[in-house]
């Protein structure tokens, strides 16, 4: 059954658009037109518009503001990224979820996605705002072989394979506010979230968390967010598909992590770098150890922000939260 539904999204995603006969879909599916026709009814039912042109066929004009593994799938261009999808409607939070399949061996790539989260989290127990319908609410689980001192990096990579995904399905131009923060006009769009499960000197797997405001408005924010964040809706003043920009943060993803894998940081900094706003300015860093002003002169070889004290000392921030 599901699977002859996923053949007819996929059919109707191929059409890119154009009307399919009740006859053509009877014959790709291999199922009577009655079967056809049930399954189109189920589809409008979950919120699919679909038109229906005599001696044409149907063609879908709307889907629903609804996510699903199947959504994801289709379409996507990945050798592993997104392969396994584990999708819920709503989850305390999928960090929690991709930390309990990680430690029952989840594949390198399986992401956890849900639609809301209840207890969604940021870094220090900071709460990650995440109502249903309208974010991408995501953990992805990797398996590098790297050394615990490295894994930093991968936060990094992920902000650059995310404003790639952002600009390549939006045109937004976002940029990042070292280390987790992406931000669209000082305002902060998209959260990531890095996780070990890693012995002393072994990573066994890195969770990397994503939280990205997609179809919100602004006043849909509660009230201490509305002057801080913002969504891709806001900026672009449409709503973007949610499925669609994962399979772009997958691809993109994808091809950086697996350079990054053979060739090092080094092509990946480049990048970072040409994304940065903290970048030559004058910065406040607030770390658990204490408060550090000065300018940020760039990030190391390992990822570590490098700032210039007023005497001229170099510190590395390892992690903070940065005021600029
Ligand atoms: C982060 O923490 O930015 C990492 C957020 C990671 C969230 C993802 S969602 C999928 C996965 N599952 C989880 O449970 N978490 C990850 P941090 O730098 O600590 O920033 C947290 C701060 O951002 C909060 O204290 C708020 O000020 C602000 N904030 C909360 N929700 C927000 C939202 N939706 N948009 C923008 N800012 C938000």
């Given at each position: 059954?599901?699977?002859?539904?996923?053949r007819?999204?996929?059919?109707?995603?191929?059409?890119?658009?154009?009307?399919?006969?009740?006859?053509?879909?009877?014959?790709?599916?291999?199922?009577?037109?009655?079967?056809?026709?049930?399954?189109?009814?189920?589809?409008?039912?979950?919120?699919?518009?679909?038109?229906?042109?005599r001696?044409?066929g149907y063609?879908?004009?709307h889907?629903?503001?609804?996510?699903?593994?199947?959504e994801?799938?289709l379409?996507?261009?990945?050798?592993?990224?997104?392969?396994?999808?584990?999708?819920?409607?709503?989850?305390?939070?999928?960090?929690?979820?991709?930390?309990?399949?990680?430690?029952?061996?989840?594949?390198?790539?399986?992401i956890?996605?849900?639609?809301?989260?209840?207890?969604?989290?940021?870094?220090?127990?900071?709460?990650?705002?995440?109502?249903?319908?309208?974010?991408?609410?995501?953990?992805?689980i990797?398996?590098?072989?790297?050394?615990?001192?490295?894994?930093?990096?991968?936060?990094?990579?992920t902000?650059?394979?995310?404003?790639?995904?952002?600009?390549?399905?939006?045109?937004?131009?976002?940029?990042?506010?070292?280390?987790?923060?992406?931000?669209?006009?000082g305002?902060?769009?998209?959260?990531?979230?890095?996780?070990?499960?890693?012995?002393?000197?072994?990573?066994?797997?890195?969770?990397?968390?994503?939280?990205?405001?997609?179809?919100?408005?602004?006043?849909?924010?509660?009230?201490?967010?509305?002057?801080?964040?913002?969504?891709?809706?806001?900026?672009?003043?449409?709503?973007?598909?949610?499925a669609?920009?994962?399979?772009?943060?997958?691809?993109?993803?994808?091809?950086?992590y697996?350079?990054?894998?053979?060739?090092?940081?080094?092509?990946?900094?480049?990048?970072?770098?040409?994304?940065?706003?903290?970048?030559?300015?004058n910065?406040i860093?607030?770390?658990?150890q204490?408060?550090?002003?000065?300018?940020?002169?760039?990030i190391?070889?390992?990822?570590?922000?490098?700032?210039?004290?007023?005497?001229?000392?170099?510190?590395?921030?390892?992690?903070?939260?940065?005021?600029i």
């Amino acid at each position: 059954q599901s699977g002859l539904r996923t053949r007819l999204l996929q059919a109707f995603s191929e059409a890119e658009g154009e009307f399919l006969s009740g006859q053509k879909l009877s014959e790709t599916l291999g199922c009577s037109r009655t079967a056809v026709w049930k399954h189109i009814e189920d589809l409008r039912s979950e919120g699919y518009e679909l038109e229906a042109v005599r001696k044409r066929g149907y063609r879908i004009t709307h889907k629903p503001d609804k996510i699903s593994g199947n959504e994801i799938q289709l379409g996507l261009k990945t050798e592993f990224m997104g392969r396994h999808i584990h999708f819920e409607e709503v989850v305390s939070s999928t960090q929690k979820i991709a930390h309990s399949l990680a430690g029952d061996g989840a594949e390198e790539g399986t992401i956890v996605v849900a639609d809301q989260q209840t207890g969604g989290r940021g870094r220090l127990a900071r709460a990650w705002y995440s109502p249903k319908q309208t974010g991408i609410w995501m953990s992805m689980i990797l398996r590098p072989k790297i050394p615990i001192n490295k894994t930093p990096q991968l936060t990094l990579l992920t902000a650059v394979a995310l404003i790639q995904a952002i600009e390549e399905v939006t045109g937004l131009t976002p940029e990042i506010k070292w280390p987790n923060d992406i931000m669209i006009n000082g305002k902060k769009i998209v959260g990531i979230l890095t996780e070990l499960q890693a012995e002393a000197d072994r990573v066994h797997s890195v969770i990397i968390g994503v939280g990205m405001n997609v179809n919100h408005t602004l006043d849909q924010f509660p009230e201490e967010l509305q002057a801080i964040a913002t969504s891709i809706a806001e900026e672009t003043g449409e709503p973007a598909d949610r499925a669609q920009v994962i399979q772009a943060i997958m691809k993109n993803f994808e091809k950086l992590y697996t350079s990054y894998l053979i060739h090092g940081f080094k092509p990946v900094k480049l990048l970072w770098e040409s994304y940065a706003i903290s970048l030559n300015k004058n910065l406040i860093a607030r770390t658990l150890q204490g408060t550090i002003r000065g300018r940020a002169i760039g990030i190391d070889d390992e990822g570590v922000l490098l700032l210039e004290t007023a005497e001229g000392k170099i510190e590395k921030i390892y992690s903070a939260d940065i005021e600029i």
